[in-house]
């Protein structure tokens, strides 16, 4: 089974720039995370979505940072503007809601994000 | 409310050596607690788990006992290699949603 899939796995970019990472979960999970980790902060939960529902949004660091699940299959978190202070590795996590394993979340390899 | 507390590192030892990484916690109820790890220019993996108060959970050499007495969930090896040097985080999920982590402890381990 394919694991949590993420893309661009880089990407440098300048301040002011519009930023969009994607995410595409496990096959039959249907909770997905977006986590942020930074040397100074450690790793922040950034939001999170049961069934494409937004639950949690309260790590969501300000109004630049937007996150969307349009199917069961894919979610965004885009940045806009950017700045070099969100430079940071962000990762995607996803889990089942049901069945074995709901209380495991399964990571994807991150986006490495610069901002110049 | 509910938190992680982990030894800081970096933890430095001889290929061979015992590992011991502590974590305590801070819960209500009785979450799950785990053991991630994240090799150098990945994700997180999970390493182990444990569900309730004695469980041990194990994977790969490593092991950790759930000690509701001591609210620890310390993780050991007996022999620790090159390849085991990552980033370890202790984390509990606290019959929510969310997963609470520690801040990560760096192993190095040293032929």
């Known amino acids: 089974d394919a694991g949590v899939i993420q893309s661009p796995r880089h990407e440098v970019t300048e301040m002011g720039q519009e930023v969009t990472l994607r995410c595409k979960p496990i096959?039959?999970?249907?909770?997905l995370f977006w986590y942020r980790q930074t040397m100074m902060r450690g790793l922040e939960l950034l939001i999170y979505?049961?069934?494409?529902?937004?639950?949690?949004d309260s790590g969501m660091p300000e109004d630049r940072f937007s996150a969307k699940m349009p199917n069961a299959s894919f979610s965004t978190l885009k940045i806009q503007p950017s700045e070099p202070r969100d430079s940071a590795v962000y990762f995607c996590?996803?889990?089942?809601?049901?069945?074995?394993?709901?209380?495991?979340?399964?990571f994807g390899p991150g986006t490495r994000l610069t901002v110049l | 409310g509910n938190s992680v507390t982990q030894m800081e590192g970096p933890v430095t030892l001889s290929e061979e050596a015992f590992l011991t990484i502590n974590c305590t916690y801070t819960?209500?109820?009785?979450?799950?607690l785990f053991w991630y790890v994240q090799y150098p220019g990945e994700g997180l993996q999970l390493l182990l788990k444990?569900?309730?108060?004695?469980d041990k959970g194990s994977n790969k050499g490593f092991e950790a006992t759930y000690r509701k007495e001591t609210t620890s969930f310390h993780l050991e090896k007996g022999s620790v290699q090159v390849s085991d040097s990552a980033v370890y985080f202790c984390?509990?999920?606290?019959?929510?949603?969310?997963?609470?982590f520690g801040t990560g402890t760096r192993l190095q381990v040293f032929p």
């Open positions: 996590a996803s889990r089942p809601l049901a069945g074995e394993g709901t209380d495991t979340q399964y």
């Open positions: 096959s039959g999970h249907n909770s």
């Open positions: 979505f049961n069934n494409n529902v937004p639950i949690d």
């Open positions: 819960a209500t109820g009785y979450p799950s």
């Open positions: 444990a569900t309730k108060a004695d």
């Open positions: 984390a509990l999920t606290p019959f929510t949603d969310k997963l609470i």
